[in-house]
């Protein structure tokens, strides 16, 4: 079955930044595109980034020139550069196929942005 792990969710301040990773198996990662997720308590979880197999990403407008996301298919990894961030970033952040509807999904890592 596949399989999601997440990690690198800190508390930050505003303004600081992090590095979000996600290990992918189970799956033909390569060829999958990949997505970052994010839910705040009482809220949806939501779509934040996503990237191609070949690389071109989309981004959701909150994050949009402040996140990166990119990915190492030989490690079979994701990652999300987070700079700038805001308090609205608090989440847990998950990684999830980006196109195929997800099925599993991990613990997710706390993003906690607060001064």
């Known amino acids: 079955q596949e399989q999601f792990v997440e990690s690198g969710g800190d508390l930050v301040q505003p303004g600081g930044s992090l590095r979000l990773s996600c290990v992918a198996s189970?799956?033909?990662?390569?060829?999958?595109?990949m997505a970052w997720y994010r839910q705040a308590p009482g809220k949806s979880r939501d779509l934040v980034a996503r990237?191609?197999?070949?690389?071109?990403?989309d981004y959701a407008e909150s994050v949009k020139g402040r996140f990166t996301i990119s990915r190492d298919n030989a490690k079979n990894t994701m990652y999300l550069q987070m700079n700038s961030l805001k308090p609205e970033d608090t989440a847990v952040y998950y990684c999830?196929?980006?196109?195929?509807?997800?099925?599993?999904w991990g613990q997710g890592t706390q993003v906690t942005v607060s001064s």
């Open positions: 990237i191609t197999s070949g690389g071109g990403a």
């Open positions: 189970g799956i033909a990662f390569s060829i999958y595109s």
């Open positions: 999830n196929k980006g196109r195929s509807q997800p099925g599993y």
